[in-house]
């Protein structure tokens, strides 16, 4: 038997909009993300949900989550 596998959800950050306020890291509800340094960066992409709040949240559509 063949296990599927699974398909993870891609994320973008643009560093040149990010200014890492820290917003998308606040509302991720599972722990996908965290800054380091100036930036936003993924820590957990398998925790990723696709539940598109960062890319909502963010006030500088520096972050894009691609299903
Ligand atoms: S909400 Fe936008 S600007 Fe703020 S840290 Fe996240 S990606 Fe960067
Ligand atoms: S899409 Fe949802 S789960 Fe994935 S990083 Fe953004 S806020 Fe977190």
Not at 13 to 20: A, D, R, T
Not at 35 to 64: H, M, S, W, Y
């Amino acid at each position: 038997m063949t296990q599927a596998v699974k398909k993870l959800p891609r994320i973008e950050i643009n560093e040149k909009f990010c200014k890492g306020c820290s917003i998308c890291v606040d509302f991720c509800p599972t722990d996908v993300l965290e800054l380091r340094g100036p930036v936003v960066a993924v820590k957990n992409l398998e925790a990723c949900t696709r539940c598109q709040l960062c890319d909502l949240r963010c006030p500088d559509f520096a972050i894009q989550v691609f299903d």
